[in-house]
């Protein structure tokens, strides 16, 4: 009897570990954005959107992460070791774009140096592309991005 208690214990602990530190692996989806196709990494708990795409030397053409918030509300974003330059794409539950912000990294800055990248409306998705991408794709805000979630 005594050891079916403690198989009951190791068994809830077990679960609880689990529920607190999610898993850590990103999936990905498919994005048509501005009628190209993205593979995009999704962050959808606090682990992966405080790492981003922080540390990375190289994005691929078609690649990027997508950021689901639980709630929408003015999201900020900074560029804390991120290496390669991004745009920063903020999207309200309506699907519509908010804000469009063109982020570089900032090597030898302090976290309280750091440029931040807010939303001005409140936003519950965030995509981060390569630089240059949003203005080659001719987004603006006001466009709808239809997310395949």
Same mark, same amino acid.
């Given at each position: 009897m005594?050891?079916?208690?403690? +198989? ?7 679960i ?6 999610? !898993? ?8 048509? *954005?501005?009628?190209?196709s993205?593979?995009l ?5 606090s682990? +992966?959107?405080a ?9 691929c053409p078609?690649?990027?992460? +997508?950021?689901?918030? %639980? !709630? ?6 900074w ?6 330059p991004l745009? *920063?794409?903020? *999207?309200n539950?309506?699907?519509? *774009?908010?804000?469009i ?8 800055? %302090?976290?309280f140096?750091l440029?931040?990248?807010? %939303?001005?409306a409140p %936003?519950?998705?965030?995509?981060? +592309? ?20």
């Amino acid at each position: 009897m005594q050891k079916i208690g403690y +198989l009951v214990i190791i068994l809830l602990i077990g679960i609880l570990v689990y529920i607190k530190y999610p !898993r850590k692996i990103n999936k990905t989806i498919n994005q048509e *954005i501005g009628n190209q196709s993205f593979s995009l990494e999704l962050a959808n708990n606090s682990y +992966l959107q405080a790492k981003g795409l922080s540390g990375r030397d190289h994005l691929c053409p078609e690649c990027g992460m +997508l950021f689901v918030f %639980s !709630r929408e509300t003015t999201q900020t974003f900074w560029m804390k070791n991120t290496l390669i330059p991004l745009d *920063i794409i903020f *999207i309200n539950s309506n699907n519509q *774009i908010t804000d469009i912000y063109t982020a570089s990294p900032q090597p030898g800055k %302090s976290d309280f140096q750091l440029t931040l990248y807010q %939303s001005t409306a409140p %936003s519950i998705y965030v995509i981060e +592309l390569n630089a240059g991408l949003a203005q080659k794709l001719n987004l603006k805000p006001g466009d709808k991005i239809d997310l395949n979630l």
